[in-house]
């Protein structure tokens, strides 16, 4: 069984960084894309940033429009970890922020394509 664990969230004014870590317990972990979502209250689920598994050209970042450039996703296979650096944080970044793997190397936007999912650590962004 998958299980994926999420840590650094936190309250942060508006402006600053954080760094949000998902350890995972998962064999060949090097080989599937992971992703970061993220619920605001009253919300619904939406993708962050995504890394694909190692494929036959190496691994690839995605972000959703509203925190390109602002933040970066990463991973260290040795680990089994991947992380999300947030920098320049707004308050519409509030939100729980959850981990999920992939089914495959590839990953996506879309929730459906990820078959594991973290607790979610929250984040508060404060004005």
């Known amino acids: 069984q998958v299980q994926l664990v999420e840590s650094g969230g936190g309250l942060v004014q508006a402006g600053g960084s954080l760094e949000l870590s998902c350890a995972a317990s998962?064999?060949?972990?090097?080989?599937?894309?992971m992703g970061w979502f993220r619920q605001a209250t009253g919300k619904e689920r939406e993708f962050v940033a995504g890394?694909?598994?190692?494929?036959?050209?190496?691994?690839?970042?995605y972000y959703a429009d509203s925190v390109k450039g602002r933040f970066t996703i990463s991973r260290d296979n040795a680990k089994n970890t991947v992380y999300l650096q947030m920098n320049s944080l707004r308050p519409e970044d509030t939100a729980v922020y959850y981990c999920?793997?992939?089914?495959?190397?590839?990953?996506?936007?879309?929730?459906?394509?990820?078959?594991?999912w973290g607790q979610g650590t929250q984040v508060t962004v404060s004005s």
């Open positions: 998962v064999n060949t972990f090097s080989t599937y894309a």
């Open positions: 999920a793997k992939s089914a495959d190397s590839l990953g996506g936007s879309y929730f459906y394509k990820y078959d594991s």
């Open positions: 890394i694909t598994g190692n494929t036959w050209n190496g691994v690839n970042t």
